[in-house]
């Protein structure tokens, strides 16, 4: 997922690990996450999600597997 960092430094930013395991991972993936992490801390991560990590196809995905409605425009830069 994050081949292009160390593994301490990904899992120090961890809302942009879960929110690049939300974008890119397989269901296997998404699956572990969310037992390990638990459907709470989901929500806050896709709540603050940074611009550009999140494709139209996920964000909309997270929106509905969460349970959080509608999901709105993606995040853009202001």
């Given at each position: 997922?994050?081949?292009?960092?160390?593994?301490?430094?990904?899992?120090?930013?961890?809302?942009d690990?879960?929110?690049?395991?939300?974008?890119?991972?397989?269901?296997?993936?998404?699956?572990?996450?969310?037992?390990?992490?638990?459907?709470?801390?989901?929500?806050?991560?896709?709540?603050?999600?940074?611009?550009?990590?999140?494709?139209?196809?996920?964000?909309?995905?997270?929106?509905?597997?969460?349970?959080?409605g509608?999901?709105?425009?993606?995040?853009?830069?202001?």
């Open positions: 997922m994050v081949w292009w960092d160390t593994p301490d430094r990904v899992l120090a930013r961890e809302d690990f879960l929110r690049r395991v939300m974008a890119l991972g397989n269901l296997a993936d998404v699956n572990y996450i969310e037992n390990t992490y638990g459907p709470d801390r989901l929500r806050r991560t896709l709540r603050t999600a940074s611009v550009g990590i999140l494709d139209p196809r996920s964000w909309h995905y997270w929106h509905h597997r969460l349970g959080r509608a999901a709105g425009p993606l995040p853009s830069r202001q």
